[in-house]
């Protein structure tokens, strides 16, 4: 039986001295390595194979299908040139609100506080912050095991899991300020500093590279009533349609990606707003995937998965 796997990347970078610094990153010689592992060990799928694949006009090809999260400085900086180097291609999925907002995602201003201050620290001062005002603090709704798998310590992990799972998403912006605000010695990072810019996205569609939707704010969509989560999915379609044009095909990644983060209604919204196809963090292979029920539920499987995808934490 053919097989096809989608692998998923965020940070790809040489050296931890840009934002989040310390947090989590593949190193670029061992993305390298990966690379020249996959070659040798399964091959890469073509553009036009995985498209057709998708539309379900062929038999499912082996290989790799490489996928990169968050439009992230690294992905032109350091990832575009190695696949070029090779002659391979990418799929890139893109939250919009960094570039209509001018300012960072909450998702990334939580990954860049922790790789820059201890994290006792850090969740003290939000355990503060939290208790000067309660009412923000939301529901968790039971998603409570998203970092489950992550190779970071039980404080950085309770850490997050605050703040991307129970203060209500509305208020999370707020109560990151109010955080920052009491670390007197901490720079936040600035938008340039943390993503790719407009012409960099149009370079790598010029170069051959797919870009997908990712929501606008990055916020678990589970979370969110019908309205907000339609206005994150249609906002992020429209805004990439209106920067490059009609891709190839339509796809989007659900943030963070776990069965609990997206549900019926979401997958309605993905429909509505033309999605064809939808990416989720599940790990699982390809292979076989034509009905059209799959198609909002794709698996990947994290680069950390396959030899030489290790990731580096050096945290404070």
């Known amino acids: 039986m053919s097989e096809m796997n989608a692998v998923m990347y965020h940070y790809v970078r040489p050296t931890p001295n840009r934002p989040p610094h310390g947090y989590y990153h593949l190193s670029l010689d061992d993305f390298k390595r990966q690379l020249s592992y996959f070659e040798e060990e399964y091959g890469f799928v073509d553009r036009d194979s995985f498209i057709n694949f998708l539309r379900g006009n062929r038999d499912t090809p082996d290989g790799i299908v490489l996928t990169f999260d968050d439009a992230l400085f690294?992905?032109?900086?350091?990832?575009?040139?190695?696949?070029?180097?090779?002659?391979?291609?990418?799929?890139?999925?893109?939250?919009?609100?960094?570039?209509?907002?001018?300012?960072?995602?909450?998702?990334?201003?939580?990954?860049?506080?922790?790789?820059?201050?201890?994290?006792n620290e850090l969740h003290y001062e939000l355990e503060s912050v939290l208790d000067t005002e309660p009412s923000i603090s939301g529901e968790s709704r039971g998603v409570t095991d998203a970092y489950d798998e992550q190779s970071s310590s039980a404080t950085v992990s309770e850490f997050k899991r605050l703040l991307n799972f129970v203060v209500a998403p509305e208020d999370v912006q707020g109560v990151l300020d109010r955080l920052e605000g009491r670390l007197t010695d901490y720079e936040p990072p600035t938008v340039s500093e943390y993503y790719l810019s407009e012409t960099q996205l149009l370079e790598m569609v010029d170069a051959g590279m797919l870009l997908g939707a990712h929501s606008v704010t990055h916020p678990v969509l589970a979370r969110l009533d019908e309205k907000r989560q339609r206005s994150e999915i249609e906002s992020s379609v429209t805004?990439?349609?209106?920067?490059?044009?009609?891709?190839?095909?339509?796809?989007?990644?659900?943030?963070?990606?776990?069965?609990?983060?997206?549900?019926?209604?979401?997958?309605?919204?993905?429909?509505?707003?033309?999605?064809?196809?939808?990416?989720?963090?599940?790990?699982?292979?390809?292979?076989?995937?034509?009905?059209?029920?799959?198609?909002?539920?794709l698996p990947r499987r994290d680069c950390n998965e396959f030899d030489y995808g290790s990731a580096t934490f050096e945290l404070p």
Do not use: K
Not at 99 to 116: M, Q, W
Not at 246 to 274: I, K, M, W
């Open 239 to 297: 805004w990439l349609d209106n920067l490059v044009g009609s891709q190839p095909v339509t796809t989007f990644a659900y943030p963070y990606g776990g069965e609990d983060t997206f549900t019926d209604t979401t997958v309605g919204a993905l429909a509505y707003a033309g999605c064809e196809y939808a990416f989720t963090t599940e790990s699982g292979t390809l292979a076989g995937r034509h009905r059209e029920a799959e198609m909002f539920s």
């Open 74 to 119: 690294d992905h032109h900086e350091w990832v575009l040139p190695e696949l070029q180097r090779r002659n391979l291609w990418g799929l890139f999925f893109v939250p919009t609100g960094p570039f209509v907002n001018d300012r960072i995602l909450p998702v990334h201003r939580i990954h860049a506080l922790v790789g820059s201050l201890p994290a």
